[in-house]
């Protein structure tokens, strides 16, 4: 069993910065992307930033230029550091797991979170 665990929400004014963690825990032989989705009351859960086993990027373009995104490979983990912290950024925030490996056959299976809170107010 995988499990995901997500750490480093809170409570930030707005200008200032957060870094959240996750870990993959469980039997793992791979994990082909990891990345970060957020969601607010109402709306759909949107892609934040993802990062792939070659290292390619993705972000949303609300994000880019103020969010990073980067991983640990050896530990299945994911941070993602959040800079310049807007209003707008308040949501809860998933971590999601793809493409993860946890037997020799190969089979492939997708993983979340339970989510953190990260919210940007004065």
């Known amino acids: 069993q995988v499990q995901i665990v997500e750490s480093g929400g809170g409570l930030v004014q707005p200008g200032g910065s957060l870094r959240l963690s996750c870990a993959a825990s469980?039997?793992?032989?791979?994990?082909?992307?990891m990345g970060w989705y957020r969601q607010t009351p109402g709306k759909q859960r949107e892609l934040v930033a993802s990062i792939v086993t070659g290292g390619r990027t993705n972000y949303a373009d609300s994000v880019k230029d103020r969010f990073t995104i980067s991983r640990d490979f050896a530990k299945n983990s994911v941070y993602l550091q959040m800079n310049s912290l807007k209003p707008d950024d308040t949501a809860v925030y998933y971590c999601?797991?793809?493409?993860?490996?946890?037997?020799?056959?190969?089979?492939?299976?997708?993983?979340w979170g339970q989510g953190t809170q990260v919210t940007v107010s004065s």
């Open positions: 999601n797991a793809q493409g993860v490996v946890t037997t020799w056959l190969g089979n492939e299976s997708d993983y």
């Open positions: 469980g039997t793992i032989f791979s994990i082909y992307t």
